[in-house]
Each structure stands twice: as structure tokens, then as C-alpha cells.
């Protein structure tokens, strides 16, 4: 059975779950093989086995770290063309949609990003399904030249453990000149509050521009603890400077599809839906009953979210008590 590569998302030895949802990908296709750039791989290889992981190359290089993404374009073009790949899988986060794009130019393939899920066609080949238009409209594609490299959103497929070996295979990596024409200069850690991660929370709180002002978004934060869910913004709120700008859902914000997203006080906008429409449950809160935002809800709730909200988070705390 022919390898499907997954370039590992992580951080130190810590695996990010897309990494996994990419394995369990990957495992439709063929024989999962994880590329992991950068030192850690001994702590992450548990993960990467219980997610179905048949090995792991490692380039354990400091040149990852050093320069932008470049050389992790260079690392995979060099193993696309050493094991002839049947596809390569990165999560598609603005790092790894640039990784993709890198790839293929440099391997002469075609690519898909933003996509949703991936199955085996006829052939074996993959087949990438995108919701295009703020989901009015669900495509599928395949790509028709080179080894197929799809950038799958975080959230869009569940992983699903399935014991692999990960059996650890050293790969000698030095980046060439060409890709260290970018160089990192800093790093600073953003600073992590108690909340998950953006892109990866199972359960995400968004407020617009119906909560009226920065203070009144902080109802959007406690309902959000509430839930333990991570919060995210209309373009409405992130303009007006209510919230910060890392946190807009949107065509030019954040792609989410958690397992549940709460949209309050947000109309709906198509640019709005573009980023949250994938989500599987979506509940609206809404005092204007034509509101857009209902047409994609599965749950709506027409009122006043001043009202609405210190009702949901009290009852969610008397359900934690139970
Ligand atoms: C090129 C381009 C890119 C864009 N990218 C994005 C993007 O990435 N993300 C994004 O979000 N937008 C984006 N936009 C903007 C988008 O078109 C909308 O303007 C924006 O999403 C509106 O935000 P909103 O829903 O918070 O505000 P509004 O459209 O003003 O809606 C506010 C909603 O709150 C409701 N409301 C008001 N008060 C209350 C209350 N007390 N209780 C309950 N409900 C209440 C209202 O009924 C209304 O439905 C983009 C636009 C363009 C042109």
C-alpha cells in the first residue's frame, strides 16, 4: 500500500490534534506516514501512534525554527520524490496552506486547500469535498497532476484512534540557501489564557456587533468559560476594536468547525458564514427574527442576548452542579 505523508502540526513534543485528524485522513488513502520537522518527535510519538501512524521521519534539523516555512516545503519535496507518495496531507492553517502551495510548485502537483473532508475515489485517488460560497455550494475535486497535496481544515474530519507502530525513521536535513532567504527573528509565545485554541476548540462563542461595545462583548468571554469553548469575533467587533483581531471568524478572519459554534448578536453575513458555516451544530441568538444567521442555524433563539445569555450561563452552572 502506497504511503500518504502528513506533515505533523505540533509544538515541542506536544502533537496538535489536526495532526491526528490528518492521520485518520491519511489512513483512507494509505499507509499514514507522518513528516515531523524540528526536535520532539519522541514525545509526540505515542500520540501519533494511537492515531494509526505506520512511521515517522523525523528531520530533527534547526533550520525550522530558523526560517519561516520554506524548509519544511523543501523537507517534503525531498521525501515526495524518495517514496512516491499516493498524496500528502497539511492542516490547513495559513502556515500549512503556504507549505502546500511551496510544494507544489517545487513537485510540478496540483492543490487543494480548505478542504472538508476526503474520501478514496474509484481509483484510489483522493477526493477532496470544499463548501465554496459560504456553503451554498459543496464541491468535490481531484487533483489531476503530481502527487496530490490537500490542505484539510482543522475540526473537518474526527479523529479516530487506530493503533499504528510510528516507528521512528531519522531523515538528515539541511535546509538549502534558497529557502533561508526568510529568517525568524523572534519568537514570542502568545499569550494563552485558560480558553482553547481558535481553530481547534470543539466549541466556540462568537459575538458581534449586537453586544453594542467592548464591554458589553464581555457576556460573549463568560459565556464562553461557561462552556468551556474559545471565543471569536464578527469582523463587526474587530474593526470597531471591541476584540482583537486574531479572534475574527470569517473570509478574512479564522476558519472553525467545531462541534458546536454559538453565534450572538452576528447577522450572518455571508463573509461571516464563510468562516463557521462547516461548524456541525450552530446556535443563533438573535433579536431580529429575519436575520440571516437562521437560515444555517439548527437552534435559534429570538431575543435580546443581554437577556438570553445571564439565562443560558445560569442554567449551564446549575447543570455543572448536578
Ligand atoms: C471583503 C470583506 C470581507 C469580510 N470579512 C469578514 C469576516 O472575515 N468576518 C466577518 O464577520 N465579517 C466580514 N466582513 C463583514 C461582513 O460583511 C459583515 O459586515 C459583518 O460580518 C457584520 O458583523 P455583525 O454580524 O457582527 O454585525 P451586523 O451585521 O451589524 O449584525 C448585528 C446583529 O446583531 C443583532 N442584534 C443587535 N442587538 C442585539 C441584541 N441586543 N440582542 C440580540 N441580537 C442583537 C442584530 O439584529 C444584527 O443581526 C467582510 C466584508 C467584506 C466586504
Known amino acids: 500500500m502506497a504511503e500518504v505523508l502528513v506533515l505533523a502540526e505540533h509544538t515541542g513534543g506536544e502533537v496538535k490534534k489536526v495532526t491526528c485528524e490528518l492521520l485518520t485522513a491519511a489512513a483512507r488513502l494509505g499507509e499514514p506516514a507522518v513528516v515531523w520537522a524540528g526536535p520532539g518527535a519522541e514525545q509526540g510519538r505515542a500520540r501519533l501512534a494511537e492515531y494509526g501512524a505506520a512511521r515517522v521521519y523525523v528531520a530533527d534539523s534547526a533550520d525550522f525554527d530558523g526560517y519561516v516555512v520554506a524548509p519544511k516545503a523543501e523537507l517534503l519535496a525531498r521525501l515526495v520524490?524518495?517514496?512516491?507518495?499516493?498524496?500528502?496531507?497539511?492542516?490547513?492553517?495559513?502556515?500549512?496552506?503556504?507549505?502546500?502551495?511551496?510544494?507544489?510548485?517545487?513537485?510540478?502537483?496540483?492543490?487543494?486547500?480548505?478542504?472538508?473532508?476526503?474520501?478514496?475515489?474509484?481509483?484510489?485517488?483522493?477526493?477532496?469535498?470544499?463548501?465554496?460560497?459560504?456553503?451554498?455550494?459543496?464541491?468535490?475535486?481531484?487533483?489531476?497532476?503530481?502527487?496530490?497535496?490537500?490542505?484539510v481544515r482543522p475540526n473537518a474530519v474526527s479523529a479516530e484512534p487506530a493503533p499504528g507502530p510510528a516507528e521512528l525513521v531519522p531523515v538528515a536535513f539541511t535546509a538549502s540557501d534558497a529557502a533561508k532567504t526568510a529568517t525568524v527573528t523572534e519568537h514570542v509565545v502568545a499569550q494563552k489564557g485558560e480558553r482553547p485554541d481558535l481553530t481547534e476548540a470543539q466549541i466556540v462563542v462568537s459575538g458581534?456587533?449586537?453586544?453594542?461595545?467592548?464591554?458589553?462583548?464581555?457576556?460573549?468571554?463568560?459565556?464562553?468559560?461557561?462552556?468551556?469553548?474559545?471565543?471569536?469575533?464578527?469582523?463587526?467587533?474587530?474593526?470597531?476594536?471591541?476584540?482583537?483581531?486574531?479572534?475574527?471568524?470569517?473570509?478574512?478572519?479564522?476558519?472553525?468547525?467545531?462541534?458546536?459554534?454559538?453565534?450572538?448578536?452576528?447577522?450572518?453575513?455571508?463573509?461571516?458564514?464563510?468562516?463557521?458555516?462547516?461548524?456541525?451544530?450552530?446556535?443563533?441568538?438573535?433579536?431580529?427574527?429575519?436575520?440571516?444567521?437562521?437560515?444555517?442555524?439548527?437552534?435559534?433563539?429570538?431575543?435580546?442576548?443581554?437577556?438570553?445569555?445571564p439565562q443560558l450561563i445560569d442554567e449551564i452552572a446549575k447543570h455543572k452542579q448536578l
Do not use: C
Open 81 to 151: 520524490a524518495e517514496k512516491a507518495p499516493a498524496a500528502v496531507l497539511v492542516a490547513g492553517t495559513t502556515e500549512g496552506k503556504e507549505i502546500a502551495g511551496r510544494l507544489a510548485v517545487k513537485t510540478g502537483s496540483g492543490v487543494l486547500t480548505d478542504v472538508i473532508d476526503v474520501t478514496a475515489g474509484p481509483d484510489g485517488a483522493p477526493v477532496a469535498a470544499h463548501a465554496n460560497f459560504g456553503g451554498s455550494i459543496s464541491v468535490h475535486a481531484t487533483v489531476a497532476a503530481g502527487t496530490p497535496i490537500l490542505a
Open 208 to 309: 458581534g456587533r449586537g453586544t453594542g461595545s467592548a464591554d458589553g462583548f464581555t457576556i460573549i468571554e463568560q459565556l464562553a468559560d461557561a462552556l468551556g469553548a474559545a471565543v471569536g469575533a464578527s469582523r463587526a467587533v474587530t474593526d470597531a476594536g471591541w476584540y482583537p483581531h486574531a479572534f475574527q471568524v470569517g473570509q478574512t478572519g479564522k476558519t472553525v468547525s467545531p462541534q458546536l459554534y454559538v453565534a450572538v448578536g452576528i447577522s450572518g453575513a455571508i463573509q461571516h458564514r464563510a468562516g463557521m458555516q462547516t461548524s456541525k451544530t450552530i446556535i443563533a441568538i438573535n433579536k431580529d427574527p429575519e436575520a440571516p444567521i437562521f437560515e444555517i442555524a439548527d437552534y435559534g433563539i429570538v431575543g435580546d442576548l443581554f437577556k438570553v445569555v
